[in-house]
């Protein structure tokens, strides 16, 4: 059983940055695909980011590349989502979550992240505009 757990969120204004931290325990980590969701206020939880087990595939969703940077440190068992130049629209609360083996590819497609194993308890980022 995989234990995560987020942490980082915070407040910030427009246009500035936050680094999202997910430190895992429990589990073998490069076993495990690693992603980010986010779940705005009256909406559905949605694929942001991921990363492959091996770290060498990284996805982001459309609105997020070139701000959003997804990264993983095997040696300390911890994903990382760099957040740059946020918007008022990136406010959520944002979950990590991990599959073994999984394709990140595929949260492309079922963006509301049906397919992980296990997730963490979120981290809520809210941008002032």
């Known amino acids: 059983q995989m234990q995560l757990v987020e942490s980082g969120g915070g407040l910030v204004q427009a246009g500035g940055s936050l680094n999202l931290s997910c430190a895992a325990s429990?589990?073998?980590?490069?076993?495990?695909?690693m992603a980010w969701f986010r779940q705005a206020p009256g909406r559905e939880r949605d694929f942001v980011a991921a990363?492959?087990?091996?770290?060498?595939?990284?996805v982001h969703e459309d609105s997020v590349k070139g701000r959003f940077t997804i990264s993983r440190d095997d040696a300390r068992n911890t994903v990382y989502l760099q957040m740059n130049n946020l918007k008022p629209e990136d406010t959520a609360v944002y979950y990590c979550a991990s599959e073994v083996f999984g394709n990140p590819h595929s949260y492309l497609k079922t963006a509301n992240g049906a397919t992980m194993d296990f997730w963490g308890k979120g981290t809520l980022v809210t941008v002032s505009s």
């Open positions: 990363i492959r087990f091996d770290g060498d595939v990284a």
């Open positions: 429990g589990g073998t980590f490069t076993h495990y695909t």
